[in-house]
């Protein structure tokens, strides 16, 4: 049994809006009406010792949704069009009924509708027994326990692709810059060693948000192999989806032209059953050649102590 | 692969809605009362483009002579640019403007609101989210 079992009736009349924005420095963000993974082009160029080459701004229309990297494709639901949506892991179609008025819909209406859309995917981690009392309360009490919510690191997977990487002979650097709109995040960056070295060990390691990651290619795939957690963070915005200090993240990206594919395989020992891989994202380089990574809003939460019933995303 | 069924009953309309929607890092119902909107008028105390969302804070002095802060909620750096609120040289607000603000009220009677729309006292009109008042 999963802990918020799958779906089975989900009814929402509701608009869903998906437009990305702030993705392309200084330009106006486009209305996107489809959630589908942007298909590749151009060429893969090559550094140095002959792998691909990740360097680059990150941030072009990609797998956004209203500014946040693709949190509907995290568990799984992709749109394909104005009347079409699909869950991935299982690659059943999701019955989808075009409203029956044109009539612009209000927030509330619209909210749920993409709360719901969120929720129907099945690409869930897997609790065992024991935590599923705290991950329902988590979930429920997102508002106030959504470490996330209060401008605190996303941490890892969570914090999916990086807006900037840096790629050279020995390491790579990735930039994850704070966010506002769905989530409330700060700045995040990791330098990841790629010269060989093995992990410190775990129980030397005191838990941070990013942990402690180490990277290797896989024939064109930069693997990036992680531990030494804090707990502090979730996978998700929605789900209540905690872990605990003993969690191992190992992520895969793959550049193929203009494109750079990411997954997460999250196993955690003391929480879940069996290892759990998100959705792959996908997101496009920025076409710009001179784009830079604009400084991120600083983070300072003031509504959440305004919040009056536990309603959530 | 029964367990993955998913028999999910969605009625959407992808286009339909304003990019102010759906935008809150929480659910903005829990917050802001969709069907109540008031107007206040008060000087600019500041204007801080911050994460998740940005906020005015106003000056506005209360009938015994004190002077109330209150805070408004609003968008992204992206909304706040293409609606013109920048720097005051290029037509944004500066401290001690005088503004007139109508704003969604706060579910929790405290001084704030989710910002709807700013008039100076020049006749500039700064608009930042649809009404929402179209409740069914």
Redesign the interface.
Known sequence: MRVLACSRIIAAAGALCLCSAAVVAQEAPRLRTTNAPPKPSGVTPRAAGGHPDLTGVWNALGDNLNGVPNQIANNGVVIESDTSARDLKSGLAIAVFPRNTNRVLNEEQAERAASLLRRSGSNRPVYKPEHWEMIKNFDHNSNEEDPSNNCMPAGIPRGGIPSYIGQFPNYVIFIYPGQGGLIATQTMYRMIPTDGRRHTPLQELDGSYTGEGIGHWEGDTLVVDSWGFTPNTWFDQIGGYAHGENMHVVERFRREGNTLTWTATVEDPDYLLEPWTTTPRVALLNPRADAVLPESLPCSERDLSHIVTKEHH | ?S?????????????????????????????FD?NKSFTIAGSVAKV????????LTLNVKADDGKVEKW?F?MG???QLR?TGLSRADRGGLKAGDAVTIKALA???G?N?GLLQEITTADGRVFKLR?D?????
């Open positions: 692969m367990r993955f069924r998913i028999a999910a009953l969605l009625t959407i309309s992808f286009t339909a809605l304003a990019a102010a929607g759906v935008s809150a890092h929480h659910s903005i119902q829990a917050q969709i801080e483009w911050i994460n998740p969302h940005s906020y805070a909620e992204a750096a992206g293409r706060a579910r929790d405290s704030s649809p929402g008042t179209e409740a069914q």
